[in-house]
C-alpha cells in the first residue's frame, strides 16, 4: 500500500480524502447551510469535512 513514485506532489501532499478514513459523500451541512463533504460512519451519522459538525443518523439529509 502506498507507493507513490512523488510524480508533481511533495512528500507531504493534502489528500482531501485520504484513504485511510471512513468513505465519504456530499451532503448537507446544517451548520454551514450548504452541501458539503462529509465522512459517513458505520452507524449513519456522518462528520463535516470542513468545519466537523457531526449530525446523528436519522437527521434530515
Ligand atoms: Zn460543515
Redesign the pocket.
Known amino acids: 500500500m502506498g507507493v507513490h513514485t512523488g510524480r508533481h506532489r511533495g512528500p507531504r501532499a493534502a489528500d482531501p480524502a485520504p484513504a485511510d478514513t471512513e468513505p465519504g459523500e456530499f451532503r448537507y451541512?446544517p451548520?454551514?447551510l450548504?452541501t458539503?463533504y462529509h465522512a459517513i460512519h458505520d452507524d449513519g451519522s456522518r462528520t463535516?469535512?470542513?468545519?466537523?459538525?457531526t449530525t446523528p443518523a436519522g437527521e434530515t439529509q
Open positions: 451541512c451548520e454551514e450548504r458539503t463535516c469535512w470542513t468545519c466537523r459538525t
